[in-house]
């Protein structure tokens, strides 16, 4: 039994290794809100994906601290005691939406429940492997020479798949161009709904890379018109944006809008939704892997554990902590081993704050009792 004690917030900033570039735009830092949850003396561990802006999802930092603050927080004083994380969604029920706030508070009630059994997350989760293997996420460059030569430093490194973050007007040359430069390697890209109907035939053109899956090309919360392009091309399609819940999952798959599942906890509204869209893509043969969010290494660590389950059997968007970062706010790092990241084995998340990293990084933070 966990009975809650405190709630803490802190709001981070944290300087980003080289500039982040998608077809909603340019980051040069990781702004991000994490969450603690106190019970028995032991500290749990979230952290909310939400971005600085409404850019990839409507939520933003500002509306997870409100929500979190004003409507999450009454929501478990009035509650308090879980036998188990996964109770947490029905006691969140009464807030529609914000599922990136609640997965967050989710994920710190994972993490303290791992802890207080003193057992690795993985383990509560179901996992079945002790290394994923990670994948990058490759920023829209400025020219194909950069991009080369960024693709080749992260297959130097290990990295078992490349994904090019593309736009229209940085689509069919820099994915001939890096296809033609390492024509084995495992080629995908992510448009980030930038991309309407209207533009099929450049969308066919990248039929002819060879790619593993083409990444959310159309509106970021659209399954129809999906299933309409799924229909025209033979690459894959794996939805990101649109499936924000295991419902939107089952709506997918029955509309045939994608064959491949990017799935982030804080997207899809939590570990408990997460590990609902797992049971569901056992069942019916659908590809899972785990996506990232430039999270700092509470939230790596999450997506770590999540990814040793038995379903997820894709690369990864869960790199090495410096391909972001410098400094983290948490410890260790994480290191590319193999091509791989292991999954940390000691309680919960296995990984720890450094709390003077976190002070400093800091801009915001605030404590209740519960
Ligand atoms: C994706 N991520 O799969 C996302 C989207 C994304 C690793 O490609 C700041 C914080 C900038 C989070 C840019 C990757 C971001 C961000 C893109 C998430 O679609
Ligand atoms: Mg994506």
Redesign the pocket.
Known sequence: MIRLERLSLFLVELPLVAP?A?SFGE?RT?QALLVSLTADGVMGWGEC?A??GPW?SWETVETARYVISEHIRPLLSSRKVFEHPSELPAALAPIRGHGMAKAAVEAALWDLYARLQRKPLYQLLGGVREAVPAGV?VGIQPDIPSLLAAVEGYLAEGYQRI?L?IKPGWDVEPLRAVRERFPDVLLSA?A?AAYTLADLPTLRELDRFGLLML??PLHFEDLLEHAQLARELATPICL??SITSARRAREALALGACRII?VKPGRVGGLTEALEIHALALERGIPLWC????ETGIGRALNVHLATLPGFTLPH?ISATKRYFREDIADPPFELRDGHLPVPQRPGLGVEINWDRLLRSATWSRTWKL
Do not use: P
């Open positions: 982040f998608t980051e990781k994906v971005g600085s990839y996420s994904k973050k992510d980030n990444e959310q990101d944006e990017n996506g990232g969010m430039l968007d």
